[in-house]
């Protein structure tokens, strides 16, 4: 009786592999490697203009609450998200620190929300993005509603028309201060020197400079168009 059995081979390409000497890479070493793999953080600085009433500004903080833990749990490798969002009477000033991916995936949101008969009157405007981060300058994701007494409260270095000045002035004096806005709501509350004064947020957003989330992403995504040309130099000009 004849022994129909045969050992089971590997593919030719795995066996040349092992053969070789080389590593062959499992689901796990997939899973593993996605999890040790290094993010790399971007911190994203936005700002907009409110059209809401007063009331319904803490349903705003909380709306974006809620999609950041979509987001999170959405893309459970990227580490989370890490910021701060004030919602001033009529406008905003976000600073979020997330990965490329989870940032790309906000600015989307944004851009469909403002396309909602609801929020049609919202103007945004990204201020600055920073790459490649050494490190969160915020421990976790917080929102902070600030009244109208409290934003009274916060001193004006300059008068409102003098603020004919240049954009990196501007962007640099809000980067400046955020470096201040790692205290707690509390302490903001007893300190609102520490706040960014809304007339700079209001400034920022009358400026053409910057771009809308909109035009960010379509930068963004736009391919290269590279001359095959380019830096080929004219050989017949040298003889």
Not at 50 to 62: N, V, Y
């Amino acid at each position: 009786m004849s022994n129909s059995w045969e050992p089971k081979r590997f593919p030719s390409d795995s066996l040349k592999a092992v053969e070789d000497g080389e590593d062959i890479i499992t689901m796990f070493d997939m899973v593993y490697g996605r999890m040790n793999e290094k993010v790399v953080l971007q911190q994203l600085i936005m700002v907009a203009r409110l059209p809401f009433e007063p009331a319904d500004r803490t349903e705003l903080g909380a709306r974006y609450e809620n999609f950041n833990v979509h987001l999170c749990k959405q893309h459970m490798w990227d580490q989370g998200i890490t910021g701060l969002l004030l919602i001033y009477p009529s406008c905003l000033l976000h600073v979020i620190e997330a990965s490329e991916h989870i940032l790309d995936c906000f600015l989307k949101d944004l851009q469909a929300t403002q396309q909602h008969a609801d929020f049609a009157c919202l103007e945004a405007k990204i201020v600055f993005m920073s790459h490649n981060l050494e490190s969160r300058q915020f421990q976790q994701w917080s929102y902070m509603v600030l009244d109208a007494g409290l934003v009274a409260r916060i001193p004006v270095a300059r008068r409102p028309e003098e603020d004919e000045e240049s954009i990196e002035s501007l962007v640099s004096s809000v980067l400046t201060l955020l470096q201040k806005l790692v205290l707690p709501g509390s302490i903001l509350d007893e300190n609102p020197e520490l706040l960014i004064p809304p007339v700079i947020l209001e400034n920022l957003l009358g400026r053409d400079e910057l771009l809308s989330p909109q035009q960010y992403l379509e930068m963004y995504q736009s391919p290269l168009n590279i001359s095959i040309e380019f830096g080929q130099a004219n050989l017949e000009s040298y003889f």
